[in-house]
T-cell receptor, first 114, second 114 residues
Framework: AQSVTQLDSQVPVFEEAPVELRCNYS??????LFWYVQYPNQGLQLLLK????STLVKGINGFEAEFNKSQTSFHLRKPSVHISDTAEYFC????????????WGAGTKLIIKP | ETGVTQSPTHLIKTRGQQVTLRCSSQ?????VSWYQQALGQGPQFIFQ???????GRGNFPPRFSGLQFPNYSSELNVNALELDDSALYLC???FGGGSTDTQYFGPGTRLTVL
């Protein structure tokens, strides 16, 4: 069965520094990949998704992610973070084994230090 | 355009009781998915309703049941509450029951079972 691993539960980073949030999944056969963000006391919001095509996906708020099939990874990156990026970030995967329902990672809290 | 709303925001119940959570989908959406998010974990898929029919179910017991109404709003019912049912319950709506459709999340209902 598909599983999603977000290796870092928390990532502290200084404001204006680059950041990478890591996501690995277990099965690489025909997957769809998603990153969602959860701001405090708000609902989850889609940042970006990979369905097919170019492996570099650009999303909202300056985030991007790269699909790497051989490493079964979909890491999220931003070249320069802002205090407003403080939130929890979730990686999710869907595939045929999950009947195309979303399987979620445990989340990574991005902590921006001034 | 009205977003996804959920009620109530917080709820406290005792073990063995029953609870009903409500979700109003975003205007124009015909699909509602429900998720359970335990503290410190990612969401887990409970079930999805597409045009008033169940369209997929996760690994949850039958005491978790749902409904979708003609206006595409939805209810999640949980019978015989257990302590482990304490969690944030998220509702997401989308247009279409497909795996690639973007889901729009409500802020959630925090259920505490004592």
């Amino acid at each position: 069965a598909q599983s999603v691993t977000q290796l870092d539960s928390q990532v502290p980073v200084f404001e204006e520094a680059p950041v990478e949030l890591r996501c690995n999944y277990s099965s690489s056969v025909s997957v769809y990949l998603f990153w969602y963000v959860q701001y405090p006391n708000q609902g989850l919001q889609l940042l970006l998704k990979y369905l097919s095509g170019s492996t570099l996906v650009k999303g909202i708020n300056g985030f991007e992610a790269e699909f790497n099939k051989s490493q079964t990874s979909f890491h999220l990156r931003k070249p320069s973070v802002h205090i407003s990026d403080t939130a929890e970030y979730f990686c999710a995967v869907s595939d045929r084994d999950s009947n195309y329902q979303l399987i979620w990672g445990a989340g990574t809290k991005l902590i921006i230090k001034p | 355009e009205t977003g996804v709303t959920q009620s109530p925001t917080h709820l406290i119940k005792t073990r063995g009781q029953q609870v009903t959570l409500r979700c109003s989908s975003q205007s124009g959406h015909n699909t509602v998915s429900w998720y359970q998010q335990a503290l410190g974990q990612g969401p887990q898929f409970i079930f999805q309703y597409y045009r008033e029919e169940e369209n997929g179910r996760g690994n949850f017991p039958p005491r978790f049941s749902g409904l979708q109404f003609p206006n595409y709003s939805s209810e999640l019912n949980v019978n015989a509450l257990e302590l482990d049912d304490s969690a944030l319950y998220l509702c997401a709506s989308s247009f279409g029951g497909g795996s690639t459709d973007t889901q729009y999340f409500g802020p959630g209902t925090r259920l505490t079972v004592l």
